[in-house]
C-alpha cells in the first residue's frame, strides 16, 4: 500500500533503460542492479551513478518537470518526489561508506537473511508459489527446479552461476537495505528473480522438459531484455504517448481523493498520505490537474487479504469508467479448503449479489458460472503439498449490465438503473451487513488461532468509517426515504446486542456518519457552546480533531518488541470519563498517526496544527502524533479536569500473545488530561464530503421513471425480486391499454424485459441479469401502467415467490 522503496527503485530501473545504449554488457548491470542483492563493483558504480543523476534533477516539483523524464514520468505531488529523492539520497551515500561500513551493512543483510530463513523458509526447503505461478500449465513440473532457484537466489544473493562472479558480488544493494522501515534486510521471504516473467518456454524448449537453474534464468533475463528494449525504443520514437503518474502513499486514500475531484471539482483538504504519515495529501505535482479520474482498468493485485475487499471495492466503483469494458481486478490467496464463492461471500459481508446491487459492481465468474483463467494447477498443488501452501485466485468485477450486449450496443439503454426500496427493508440489509464487517473483529470468541494460521495478519480490516463510506455510496446509488431508513438503522443500533463493543464504539459511529454526510443522529446536532476547550472560537462544528502527542519514551510496551512480527498495532484513541450523555469510555478506532512534530497554527478563533514528518520513522527520536475525530459535545463534560484523552493498543490475532494481552482486552499506552494544552490539541474538523462525491459519480442514473423497486426475502437479508413499471403516457396506448387489449412480456436479452400491448412494444432495464422463465404481470388499465416482477438468477429455488 505504501511502498515508496518499489516506486524509488521502479524509476531508477526505467531512468536506467531510457539513458543508455543497451548492449548486453549494460543490461547484465541494469539486471544486477534491479534483481541481485549482493552486488560487484561496476554494478553498484553504476547504480550509484544513475542515482546521482536522478537526485540532480529531483529538487523540486519544478527541476523535475524540466527535467528528460518528465516526459513519461509525472509525480502525483511533491511528497511523492521528496520520498523518492530521500530513497536515491541513501542510495548515493551507501555507495561513499567506509570499508567498515560496508561490511556492517553486509552482516546485516546476513543476518535479515538467516532471520528470514528460520522464520519462514525452513532452509529453502519451502517451494515458493510465486515462481511456481509463472511456469503455467508446468506448475507442477516447475516445483523441484523452482526450489533450486530459490535456494541459490537466497544463498548467494544472485542469479549467477559463475563462481567468480558470484565472488566478486561482496557489497550491498542498497535498493534492498533502505526501506520505511529504516536500514536493514527487509525483503518478502517468496521473493525470487523469476516470478515476473512467464517460465513455460523454459520448459517447452527444454529437452528434459525440467528446465535447468541456467535455463530458467537465461529465460527470465531473455524476456528482461526484449522488454526494456521494446520500453526504450516506444518512448524514444512515439514521445508523448506514454505517461506513468506517480504517487508513493496509501492506495486508498489516493483513490478517496480522486473521487473527492470527481465529485466537487477540487482535491480534500482533509486527507493524509498515508495512514503512517500525517503529511496532508496535496495532489500538486505534475499533470494532476488534468489528470484522469476514471478508468477502463484498476488492478488491485491481492491487497484485498491485508485490507479487506470491502474497502477497495468502495473506493474502485466511482473510479471505475462506465464503458462496458471497465474491469476492476482482484485476486486472493486462498486455501485448498476454500471455495470462492464463500470467500467472496465471506469478504463482502452478504449476500453476493445483493451486494453487487447496492455497488453496481459484480464478480464476473459468479455471473457466468465460469472462469477464463485456469488455476486447476494451483489447487491439485496445495492439496499435495505438505506445507500447505495457498493458491491465487484472481477475480473480474464489471457492471453487471456491461455483459448484455443490448444494452451496450444502444444508447438509449442507461448503464446505470436506479434501484428503490422500502426504508425498513434497506436498514435490516445494510445492518446484517454492519454486524458481519465488525463479528470476525469484535466478537470475542472467535477462534485466534485460525485466523492468525489462516491469514497470518495483524490489520482489522474494516473500522466505521469504512462502513460509512459504504453507505455514502448506497445513499447516492439507492432511491429510498434516507432519513427513514437512517432512523431505523439508529434504533437497531441503539438496542443491539450482538456485538460486544458496539456501545464502546458508537460515538465514532456517529461521528464517521456525520463526516461522511450520511447522516447526523438526533444529540449531534445540538449546538455546542463555546466554552472549555472552545473558548474563544469563532464557530464550533459539531466534530473536531483530537490531536494526541505521545513522548517516545511512553511507547515502550511497543518498543521492547520485535514489530516485524507483529506487523501494524491495531492503535484505538479514548475519551475517558464522564461527558454531558452519561459516557465514561468511548474507542475511536479511525485513527490517524504518524512520528513527527507537531506545530500549532491558526488562531484562537480558529486554531490549526501543522505536521511535520519525521523519515526515520520507529527509528528515530520524534514523538508520536495521533489523530481522531469526536462528537464536539463530548468535550463538555460535568467534571473537565477528570477528563482523559488516550492511546489504546487493541489485541489482535498477533499482537495478544506478543503483548501479553488477553483475548479481547487492550493495552493503554498513553493518557494525559484533556486539558492539558501541551499535548492535547483540539481543532476544528469539516465533513469529507463523501455523499457530494458519489452523488456525482451516479447523476446519470437519475431517471426517476427507470427506477427498479426492489424486494427483500423475508428475514431482510438478501434481494430476491425486481419490479419495474412501464408508465404509459401515449394517448392511443392508453385506450387500447383500457379497452382490455392483450398485454404480455418475454425476455430480450439477460438485463432487459419486453413488454407488448397490443402492438406497442416497450423495453424494461434491469439493474442485474434475471430469469425470463420467471415472472408476472400486474396491469393497472385504469392508472395506464404495467409492472413486470422477475426474480434474479441467485436467489432462485423452488419455494421461491414474487409479490407484487
Known sequence: MYLSRSVARNVLLLAMVTDNELSDELLSKIW????????????????????????????????????????????????????????????????????????Q??????????????????????IPPHSCHSAGPYLLQSA??????????????????????????????????????????????DTTPISPFHLAPAFSNSEKDTPTMAELFDCAKSQFSSWVKRFRTF?????????????????????????????????????????????????????????PTSFNVIEASNIMDHIGLLNILIAAVPLLSPNPSATLFTGALLYAREGVAKHITTEVCADVSTMSLLLDLIPVNYLSNFNTRSNTEE???????????????????????????????????????????????????????YLEMFASDENMERPFHLLQDLYDTETMHYTRETFAALLALVKARVNVDWDSTMASFSD??????????????YYDFCTQLHLAGVYTVEFMRTPVRKEGRFRGWTRVPLTVSITLVVPRSELRVLLDVDLKKVAIPAFRGKLLGEDQFGQTRSLFTSVRVGFGKLTPSGTDACPGVVFEPDPSSWAGTSPLIVAFSVPSGMLHAKDPGGTAVALSLSSTPKSTPKFGLKQGTSITVFTVPLMDRSQVFVVPDEPRGLDESFDKVFANADHPEDSVSVTTDHQSRRATTFTARVNITHPPTKDILSSGVEV?????????????????????????????????????????YVEVCRLYPRTLDSTSQCTV
Open 32 to 103: 544486477n542492479s534491479f534483481f541481485h542483492f549482493f552486488l560487484d563493483e561496476e554494478s553498484l558504480s553504476f547504480l550509484i551513478a544513475q542515482c546521482q543523476t536522478l537526485v540532480e534533477v529531483s529538487d523540486s516539483i519544478t527541476a523535475w518537470n524540466d527535467s528528460k523524464y518528465s516526459k513519461f514520468i509525472q509525480m502525483c505531488n511533491a511528497n511523492t518526489l521528496f520520498e523518492l529523492r530521500r530513497h536515491w539520497e541513501l542510495y548515493v551515500q551507501a555507495g561513499q561508506l567506509s570499508p567498515a561500513g560496508k561490511k
Open 105 to 126: 551493512s553486509r552482516e546485516m543483510v546476513f543476518s535479515g537473511i538467516r532471520t528470514i530463513e528460520a522464520t519462514y523458509r525452513k532452509g529453502a526447503s519451502l
Open 144 to 189: 523441484e527446479p523452482a526450489s533450486h532457484v530459490s535456494r541459490h537466489f537466497w544463498g548467494t544473493g544472485t542469479t549467477s552461476l559463475n563462481p567468480r562472479d558470484v565472488l566478486a558480488a561482496t557489497l550491498v544493494n542498497p535498493t534492498f537495505f533502505y526501506s520505511l522501515a529504516g536500514e536493514g534486510f527487509a525483503l518478502h521471504h
Open 235 to 291: 518512448v524514444q520514437d512515439k514521445p508523448g504517448k506514454l505517461t506513468i503518474r506517480l504517487f508513493a502513499g496509501d492506495a486508498l486514500f489516493l483513490c478517496r481523493a480522486l473521487v473527492h475531484h470527481v465529485g466537487t471539482g477540487k482535491f480534500p483538504s482533509n486527507l493524509t498520505v498515508a495512514p503512517w504519515n500525517l503529511t496532508p495529501l496535496v495532489l500538486d505535482g505534475g499533470d494532476c490537474g488534468g489528470a
Open 379 to 433: 489447487i491439485m498443488a496445495t492439496k499435495f503439498n505438505v506445507r500447505f501452501r495457498p493458491y491465487h485466485e484472481r477475480v473480474a468485477w464489471k457492471r453487471p449490465k456491461t455483459g448484455d450486449s443490448m444494452i451496450t450496443s444502444q444508447p438509449r439503454y442507461p448503464l446505470r438503473i436506479p434501484i428503490s426500496f422500502e426504508p425498513q427493508n434497506l436498514c435490516n440489509l445494510l445492518f446484517d451487513i
Open 492 to 505: 437497531r443500533l441503539d438496542n443491539d446486542r450482538t456485538l460486544p463493543m458496539g456501545l464502546a464504539n
Open 744 to 784: 404480455s412480456s418475454r425476455q430480450v436479452s439477460s438485463c432487459v424485459m419486453e413488454v407488448r400491448i397490443g402492438q406497442t412494444r416497450n423495453h424494461l432495464v434491469y439493474p442485474l441479469p434475471v430469469v425470463g422463465s420467471r415472472s408476472k404481470l400486474r396491469i393497472a388499465r385504469k392508472s395506464s
